[in-house]
């Protein structure tokens, strides 16, 4: 049996392919166009899925595709009489996930008629459910997904129970957690689609001045409700202007912020403006009332479901800081996040849905790494270096096995020296999790710095995250649940900050990822060897791009070596090492020099 799900016309367009329960490949089409948050009919992350399946599209039994029409038609109609622009846009959206199969036959050269496969209209939420219950670890599971809108609802609660969910609550639009982060995202000034995720690294640098007001701007109504302060936004009154739905553009969103918000906070910051104090007190008070209302619904779901076993998706599962605290802040006990947890994730839920809940297969899977993209071999990888003609003059270049390779990749990392890592099958979501990754010493307190400013050219206050051993974990931080996606953030113990001080954001809090020895074990065994050579099994680890998706062939990966400071770069068994010393390296070892002394 073989089901392809489709997320397409939608930011984070994406393709999954399942072979008789097991899913085989997964890969959002922006790391194949390059174009970031890719949008439009994913057809070459169809292709290289259909590659990995062996099949054709002519093969495939069944397309899922995670858009429903017909879902919630009621309240979608009301809403069209009240705004008669959105509605038509929604049309012209209906209109393209109707034309599909014509697409796809255009796409692959084919007859419309060639494509025997069954197609099924997956609800947006239902999707987002199964892309983590159905892949989880968990029997049984309460399950939940947030984010700003799909199908005219932004947030869906259910029980897993072996191979079904049961859906047991929703949020419809207008309320939204989605929208409201990306509308007070918008009013501190960061207008970029995906830009959410400054704001949640910003709010450390400020206190929650402002929760009193946010608290009518967003609040829990109920055990298991939330409402939005409607007079706060626009996007209920003039719709949510989206452009998204075309491959070769980066997607675009409007102003959803209303005049009243600046009215009761002040102006907003102007994109390109410095950023002050009180604009770091408001995103505080922002991801503030985001954890309250979250934790409240954690407690309520919890109470209800009587589960110790939490499942999330949707795009407010991304916010690690949140995500960290549900331990503390309900009954839960064990949490999982797949890696593409927002709308690419679409993709494998839609299939999973099919394969579960209409086909009535058992569950027979489970996620527990992230390699599901393309992956390059040692030849091809020799190929590229061949064929780009890397001077010898200015790049030493030696192949070498592994126990060179770890060894030689931990002491260029403990010298100070930035590391392109490049290895495996590319990661499935937006983290960079040691198959695509910029690797440096946390040790030194000035790698965050030098790595915004020289490497990944962004604002200096985000941070960086942790790669760790899993079982030194509890050596280094106050939670030991584990962290394999880069999706909770916990408490550093205050006297490891000294330690690690690179990675450790400045409330002492640090977006981990737990390495485990039998899912990722190249990483897992540079770590043990950094920590041999350092007694510190951590790196600092950050996705390997420069404002741009993260690189998936070898050549894209040579281009970002050459173009940033990067020091090494490691592909495969390839170890390719600048022979003049960057600036970078310089002032790392001369900062890391001082401070020993």
Known sequence: MIILGINAYHANSSAAIVVDGQLLAAVEEERLNRVKYAAGLPARAIQYCLNQAGVKLSEVDHIAVPRNPWARLGTKLRFAMRMPRFALDRVRVMRRFAGVKEDLATAFDMPTENIRAQFHRIEHHTAHLASAYFVSPFENSAVLSADGLGDFASCMWALGEGPKMRALGEIRFPHSLGMYYTALTQYIGFWKFGDEYKVMGLAAYGQPE?????????????????????????????????????????????????????????????????????????????????????????????????????????????????????????????????????????????????????????REFVMDHAGWGPEFSQQDIARTIESLQVSADETSIAEVDEKTLLETTAKHIADGKIVGWFQGRVEWGPRAL???????????????????????????????????LEEATAEFFEKTQPSPFMTFAYNVRPEKRSVIPAPTHVDGTARLQTVSRNTNPLYWKLLRAFGNQTGVPVVLNTSFNDNEPIVCRPEEALDCFHRTQMDVLVMGNFILEKKTISGTQEESADNFAKRAK
């Open 210 to 362: 402002f929760l009193e007001e946010f608290r009518r701007i967003v609040y829990a109504d109920g055990p298991l409700s939330f409402r939005l302060g409607l007079q706060y936004f626009t996007h209920q009154s003039q719709g949510a202007d989206m452009s998204w739905r075309e491959a070769n553009r980066t997607p675009v969103l409007g102003r959803l912020f209303s005049a009243y918000l600046e009215k009761r906070l002040g102006p907003a910051r102007k994109e390109g403006e410095p950023l002050e104090q009180r604009h770091r007190n408001i995103a505080a008070s922002m991801q503030a009332a985001l954890e309250e209302v979250l934790a409240a619904h954690w407690s309520a779901l919890a109470n209800k479901t009587k589960q110790k076993s939490l499942c999330l998706a949707g795009g407010v599962a991304f916010n690690c800081l949140a995500n960290g605290k549900i331990f503390d802040r309900s009954s839960f006990e064990r949490v999982y996040v797949q890696p593409a947890a927002g709308d690419a994730g679409l993709s494998v839920g839609a299939a999973f849905v099919l394969n579960h809940q209409v086909l009535g297969r058992p």
């Open 434 to 468: 040691g198959q695509r990754s910029i690797l440096a010493d946390p040790r030194r307190p000035e790698m965050k710095d030098i790595l915004n400013r020289r490497i990944k050219h962004r604002e200096i206050f985000r941070p960086f995250a942790p790669s760790i």
